[in-house]
């Protein structure tokens, strides 16, 4: 007689393909929520021998994936290219060379930027207060697929540096280039399980926010009103890192070659699929007409298609969904009355490409105007004053970042009515790109900061220590005496009457 065998259950695999060619990637197995628990818990019991290193052993071992990493810049950069479609320079300068320096900046000033910060005491100088910083533990990461490098490894970076263990989850749309980041961290010498990562789609990235001491999430809002709510359940930290409808207002005493050549990049770099891509532009009627002229012809120069093949300019959309999304959206406003200058549907296959795509007479209330968009869009609205430029642009749920553009002085006084996390004159998107400066949104954009000095004492946990310079009399301990409370009423009146 035949005994039945148990046989394991068939793992799930993640199949995806090229974005610019439909190639097929290689397979991905996804991990479930005991694997997920498995490398937190393998990661906090990695952490406290890690921050027991100190700041200038972890300095050591950060420079060294920073040589390991540029080293290994071809390799991940053809990966880069494969996994998102984007072009190869931009897989260089927006992530590569991004973390790279970040990497640096924060091995060599992390000690500095999280040492103690003491508290002038002005009623009691003879006490003594401070400030420290302590590592949380294990930072869960989950991250996007339209940066899939930059973006998550910059908060691994900053979370190692502050002393903690890390446990990624990627986007389950390009899982490989997370796998290849961990395998620098294996080259150059990390502990083996102070870094993991974790393949899976939501049930993951629900089992790390279940198990992790903080997260840091970039993502869509609907998904991080959700990971608030998880958060706030385990009363643990979270940074939020959301979308964005970011608004560029084009000011008459502007000069209109820069502005139309660097909105265009602001608005068709990386396929439009930024959080902090110019989505609305905002032109005084003044100069309307040869902003508009000017962003169209340079637009016809851009050269699309598979970055693998030569170069290119724009390269393909990461995900169907998303490459529907942005189809449908222009689709709406054009049976609205807005009029398309330049593109306007997507391009045939095998990829998944939209082109860049200019429209002009849209109104506020387009799906077009409000929702984010994420795809090479640029809607232009002509206004008759700063005035309307500037309540336009504030009109919206979102508040990542804005960008004007004008003569320098007049530019610095628009952008301090724009209401955004970060506010740009007469540039776009690059302020990501330097590790000095925060980043983050209000509004429906996010909650706290990624990067700066704030981003990273946020991965830390803030500690209040008092004690004595030297001893006096404690007033207010028992026994309480009338001669005590004498003198308190004196010195109220004294102090503050």
Known sequence: MLTAVQLPEPTELILNTEPATGKALPPVPVADAREVKEAVDAARRAQPAWEALGFARRRDLLLRFQKELAKAKDEVADLLVRETGKPRLEAFTTEIFTIADLTGYYARRAEEMLNDEHIPLRLFPHKKSLLRYSPRGVIGVISPWNFPFAMPMGDVIMALAAGNAVVLKPSEFTPLIALKARELFDRAGFPADLFRVVIGK??????????????????????????????AQRLIPCVLELGGKDPAVVLKDADLDRAARTIAWGAFANSGQICASVERVYVEREVAEPFQQKVLEFAKTLRQGDPGSGDVDLGAMVTQPQLEKVTAQVAQARAAGAKVLLGGTPLPGPGRFYPPTILTEVHPAMDLMREETFGPVMPITVVSSEDEAVRLANDSPFGLSAYVFGRRAHAERVADRLMAGTVVVNEVLYTHGMPETPWGGIKSSGLGQVHGLHGLKDLSIERHINSERFRLPAFWLFPYTGAWLRRVRAALGWLFG
């Open 202 to 231: 939501g049930a993951a990235g629900a089992a790390l926010i279940e198990w992790a001491d903080m997260i840091v999430f970039t993502g869509s809002v609907p998904t991080g009103r959700k990971i608030a709510v998880a958060c």
